[in-house]
């Protein structure tokens, strides 16, 4: 079976650093994927890790330990338009299965 | 201009009624997908295709047919629409020869069964 966790909310201050988590037990695994999703809006891609380590990229940094099943999202000098909801996703055979996402508020 | 367009973007039906969404992609990628989106449920693969002719189940096909008869094109039908799909519907691409194959995905589709 496939399942990817993910906190539900997190809250932050502009500015600020924050890290979500992802967790992951899949069938397989070809990749991990970050994507920021707006409130109805469609999801963006922002990274991609198919290697152990860290890929930075600007503000945002995503990292991946294959032998733990995790993954995280490091974001930096938060901003308020970074309020969004983070969709951590794994490539597993065939399929990109996503987690239900982490919710981040970021307030004044 | 949107690379992968849905239409219609929102649509109110009745129980019971035929819907169908459609997509087109200008991006030329080879695999297409529908999801779903429910709150706290994420998103969730209806179909896939990997090519003209090529169709696949996903986690949750149950209800819904598609048709991939040109490569920019693939369509979702609920044949009998009920308020449990309510919900959002997203397409999607992607491309075999990029890296991770990454999916990118259309604006969306508001879909209410009422």
């Known amino acids: 079976g496939q399942n990817i966790d993910q906190p539900t909310e997190m809250t932050a201050t502009e500015g600020a650093i924050v890290q979500i988590n992802c967790t992951y037990q899949?069938?397989?695994?070809?990749?991990l994927f970050w994507y920021q999703q707006h409130a109805g809006e469609a999801p963006t891609f922002l990274s991609y890790?198919?290697?152990?380590g860290l890929e930075e990229k600007g503000r945002f940094s995503s990292f991946l330990s294959r032998s733990k099943g995790y993954s995280y999202l490091l974001l930096k000098e938060l901003q308020m338009k970074d309020s969004a909801s983070y969709l951590c996703a794994v490539r597993a055979p065939g399929e990109l299965v996503f987690g239900t996402g982490t919710r981040l508020l970021v307030s004044p | 201009d949107a690379d992968v367009t849905q239409t219609p973007r929102n649509r109110i039906t009745k129980t019971g009624k035929r819907i169908m969404l459609e997509c087109s992609q200008t991006k030329g990628h080879d695999r297409m997908y529908w999801y779903r989106q429910d709150p706290g449920l994420g998103l969730r693969l209806i179909y896939y295709?990997?090519?003209?002719?090529?169709?696949n189940k996903g986690e949750i096909s149950d209800g819904y047919s598609v048709s991939r008869q040109a490569q920019a094109k693939f369509s979702l039908s609920l044949e009998s629409a009920i308020p449990n799909q309510t919900a959002l519907y997203f397409c999607?691409?992607?491309?075999?020869?990029?890296?991770?194959?990454?999916?990118?995905f259309g604006e969306g589709s508001w879909l209410t069964v009422v």
């Open positions: 295709s990997f090519d003209v002719k090529d169709i």
């Open positions: 999607a691409t992607s491309d075999t020869t990029a890296s991770g194959n990454t999916i990118y």
């Open positions: 899949t069938s397989g695994f070809n990749g």
């Open positions: 890790n198919v290697l152990d």
